[in-house]
């Protein structure tokens, strides 16, 4: 199977776009998982795999990190991210989520779940 799936030519601008502007909860998080500071794992931010753009991707660990801001707080928004999920995992791809809340209240517990979720 050698379709493409990472970082699709035609979504490269918008990738680019939400990079340069990072959620408070994603930028705080960045923060901690770049220049593999945790236990020395890579992450990408705003990777796409198929033609979802994901918040951050470990490619070592086929891992996926969400992060939900109010926005995602309603039935609609849910269910779309459950069927990405869906989709995602059928992939082979593990998809962990977090509400921006909690990466600024309990950084350290967002940070053991990740790792807890390493092979």
Known sequence: MNKKIHNRKHL???????RKNLTSA???LWKQ??????EGRKFRRQHS?????????CP??????????????????QEKDE???????E??????RFENKLVFDN???VLQEIKDNFK
């Open 33 to 38: 998982l770049q220049q593999r500071k945790l």
């Open 12 to 18: 490269e601008p918008y990738r680019k776009e939400l």
């Open 83 to 89: 069927n990405r999920t869906k989709i995602l995992e």
């Open 49 to 57: 795999i198929e033609n979802f753009i994901v918040d951050f991707y």
């Open 107 to 109: 950084l350290q517990s």
């Open 91 to 96: 992939l082979g791809f593990r998809v962990i």
């Open 60 to 77: 070592e660990e086929r891992l996926i990190i969400e992060l939900d801001g109010q926005v995602h707080l309603n039935p609609t928004a």
């Open 26 to 28: 994603e930028a705080f």
